[in-house]
C-alpha cells in the first residue's frame, strides 16, 4: 500500500500518505519497507532529499539483515552521501550482501574491481563478481557482460557472447541492455543485420531514458542508414531528436535545430533553430557552427539574443529512473 501510493502505482500519487503506510509496515518489521524508506529519502521521492534520514532507514534494514539496505549503504559510502565517501567501507557492506547472494550486490563488486574503487583494478575478479550476478539474474550487470563480451574486455570478444546478454538484461527492459542490442542488430554483430529489430530495442532503451538510443531512432526515421527502404517520417524523428536534445546528446541537439531551421517535421522557428544549434556547439557538437552561420543573416538581432538567452537557461532534462 505504501509504494502504491508513494510511486502513484494505481491509485493518485500521495507521498505523505504513502511513508505513512511504509513507517507502518516498518515498525511491524518489513525490511523491504525500511528499504524504501532509505530509497524515497536517498532520492528525495516526493520529499527533500535528506542523506542523513535515507541512512537511518537503510540501517535499520541492515541491521535485520536486509542484503539491499547493506548495499544501499554501499552506495552511500561510494558516493560520499550522507557520509564521508570511503570505497573502503562501501566494498565492506557489499560484500556483506553479496554472501546472501543479492546480485546488485554482485554487480557492484564486479564493477568495484573494474574501476579499481578502493580495490587494485583486478579484470579477472571483476568478471567473476559480474558473471555471478548475470547468473542470478540482475540486468546491469548483464548489460555489463555484454559489453565486456562485445568489446573483449579481459576475455576473447564473442559477439554471439554479447549478444545473448544483452537480450537477457533488454528482455528485462534495461535501457542499456536493449541499446547494446539494437546496437547489435543494427550493426549485424553477433546477429544478422535487422533494422526492425533495431528500432524495436532502441525504442525500448529510448522510453527508459537512453538519450542515445532516441537519437539513434531520430535517425532511423530520418532513413539516414544503408539500405533502407520506406519515406522518412520526419514528425517521428523531430519527437526522437527532441528527447535525445532533453537529455544533454549534442547531435540530437544539432538534428533538432536542423529541423526548426528547415521546418522540417516541427513549425519553422530560427529561434528555437538557433538555440538548439547553440547549445549543441557547446555540447560538442562543432558541425551545428555552420548552421549557426547559415542562420544569422535571416535572424533579427533580438532574435538572436533571445535564442543566446533561452540556450543560456537551459539544463538537461534526464529521464527520473535512467543515468549514465
Given at each position: 500500500m505504501g509504494l502504491q501510493y508513494a510511486f502513484g502505482v494505481g491509485v493518485q500519487r500521495d507521498t505523505a500518505r504513502g511513508i505513512e503506510w511504509l513507517k507502518k509496515a516498518a515498525s511491524q518489521g518489513s525490511t523491504i519497507s525500511m528499504g524504501n524508506l532509505g530509497a524515497v529519502y536517498a532520492n528525495g521521492l516526493g520529499v527533500p532529499q535528506d542523506f542523513t534520514e535515507a541512512m537511518r532507514w537503510y540501517q535499520m534494514g541492515a541491521n535485520r539483515g536486509d542484503a539491499r539496505s547493506e548495499t544501499d549503504i554501499g552506495i552511500m559510502y561510494l558516493m560520499g552521501q550522507g557520509v564521508k565517501r570511503d570505497p573502503a567501507e562501501a566494498l565492506r557492506w557489499f560484500r556483506k550482501a553479496a554472501d546472501k547472494n543479492y546480485a546488485y550486490a554482485d554487480s557492484m563488486l564486479g564493477m568495484a574491481y573494474l574501476q579499481g574503487w578502493g580495490v587494485p583494478r583486478d579484470l579477472n575478479e571483476s568478471l567473476k563478481w559480474i558473471r555471478k550476478a548475470a547468473d542470478l539474474g540482475d540486468p546491469s550487470a548483464q548489460t555489463e557482460l555484454g559489453w565486456i563480451y562485445a568489446n573483449g574486455i579481459g576475455v576473447l570478444r564473442d559477439l554471439g557472447e554479447a549478444v545473448r546478454w544483452y537480450r537477457l538484461a533488454a528482455e528485462q527492459g534495461d535501457p542499456r541492455g536493449a541499446y547494446g542490442l539494437g546496437i547489435r542488430y543494427m550493426q549485424g554483430q553477433g546477429v544478422a543485420r535487422d533494422y526492425s529489430e533495431a528500432e524495436k530495442w532502441f525504442r525500448v532503451a529510448a522510453e527508459g531514458g537512453h538519450g542515445d538510443a532516441a537519437y539513434n531512432l531520430g535517425l532511423f526515421y530520418l532513413r539516414r542508414f544503408p539500405d533502407q527502404s520506406g519515406q522518412p517520417d520526419e514528425a517521428q524523428a523531430a519527437k526522437y531528436f527532441r528527447m535525445a536534445a532533453d537529455q544533454g546528446i549534442g547531435d540530437g541537439q544539432c538534428y533538432l535545430g536542423k529541423m526548426y531551421a528547415a521546418g522540417q517535421g516541427l513549425p519553422k522557428d530560427?529561434?528555437?533553430?538557433?538555440?538548439?544549434?547553440?547549445?549543441?556547439?557547446?555540447?560538442?557538437?562543432?558541425?551545428?557552427?555552420?548552421?549557426?552561420?547559415?542562420?544569422?543573416?535571416?535572424?533579427?538581432?533580438?532574435?538572436?539574443?533571445?535564442?543566446?538567452?533561452?540556450?543560456?537557461?537551459?539544463?538537461?532534462?534526464?529521464?527520473?529512473?535512467?543515468?549514465?
Open positions: 530560427p529561434v528555437l533553430a538557433y538555440q538548439w544549434a547553440l547549445i549543441a556547439s557547446q555540447n560538442g557538437a562543432e558541425q551545428c557552427l555552420q548552421t549557426l552561420k547559415s542562420l544569422e543573416p535571416e535572424m533579427k538581432l533580438e532574435q538572436v539574443n533571445e535564442a543566446k538567452r533561452r540556450a543560456s537557461e537551459w539544463k538537461p532534462q534526464p529521464h527520473p529512473g535512467f543515468t549514465y
